[in-house]
């Protein structure tokens, strides 16, 4: 079966820290992994698309990277502020047997990040 | 460029009661996504079009839900009657395809959500 898992479930830092986000997956044949920020009340807001052939993705302050082989990854945000409190989902497009995808993502139960001043 | 509408925002009935959620992807968007995110949970997919042919339903429970996506643009979601259990936030997302071409192509972008409360 195709899951994804996310841990921890809930993490509180200070503000300044870096820190790192895990998502592990049991299948490696995927199409892309995506990364989500969830506000309370909001929807999901894209972070970064990672794809199959790629190892790694970075925008600002944030980097995803992405190991088939081993079923991980990771969203590392640096220099984390109070601003970053969110909830991150990680969500899996799987590959098809035709080495397209059927576009139904997969999310993990998702981490809920807590940045205090 | 507008992103994914989804109205109403929220939504409180009464058990046995009937419900519809409205969705209106981006422009130009031919595929579509209806997600069920109970409160605590990542996101399932309940059903996904492509113009407006079923591409997947497999998770949708047909005897309650149904939903249609008109001339390929607009998708309406509708819980007739409602449970207890379909208390929770009703996402909808879109994609230029459902996959192939540039990496941009099949990323799902995401509407706001609709709260819905059964009491």
């Known amino acids: 079966k195709q899951e994804v898992t996310q841990i921890p479930a809930a993490l509180s830092v200070p503000e300044g820290e870096n820190l790192v986000l895990n998502c592990s997956f049991t299948d490696s044949a995927i199409y892309n992994l995506q990364w989500f920020r969830q506000d309370p009340g909001k929807g999901l807001t894209s972070l970064l698309l990672?794809?199959?052939?790629?190892r790694e993705q970075t925008s600002g302050r944030l980097n995803a990277s992405l190991d088939k082989s081993s079923g991980r990854s990771t969203l590392y945000i640096a220099a984390s502020q109070p601003g970053d409190s969110a909830t991150y989902l990680c969500a899996v497009l799987w590959r098809n047997a035709g080495g397209t995808s059927y576009g139904k993502l997969t999310f993990g139960q998702g981490t809920i990040l807590t940045v205090h001043p | 460029e507008a992103g994914v509408a989804q109205s109403p925002r929220y939504k409180i009935i009464e058990k046995r009661q009937s419900v519809a959620f409205w969705c209106n992807p981006i422009?130009?968007?031919?595929?579509l996504y209806w997600y069920q995110q109970i409160l605590g949970q990542g996101p399932k997919l309940l059903i996904q079009f492509q113009n407006n042919g079923v591409v997947d339903d497999s998770q949708l429970p047909k005897d309650r839900f149904s939903a249609e996506r008109l001339k390929g643009v607009d998708s309406t979601l509708k819980i007739q009657p409602a449970k207890l259990e379909d208390s929770a936030v009703y996402l909808c997302a879109s994609s230029f395809r459902l996959a192939g071409g540039p990496m941009s192509y099949n990323e799902q972008f995401f509407g706001p959500g609709t709260r819905l409360t059964v009491l």
């Open positions: 990672i794809q199959s052939s790629q």
């Open positions: 422009s130009g968007h031919a595929t």
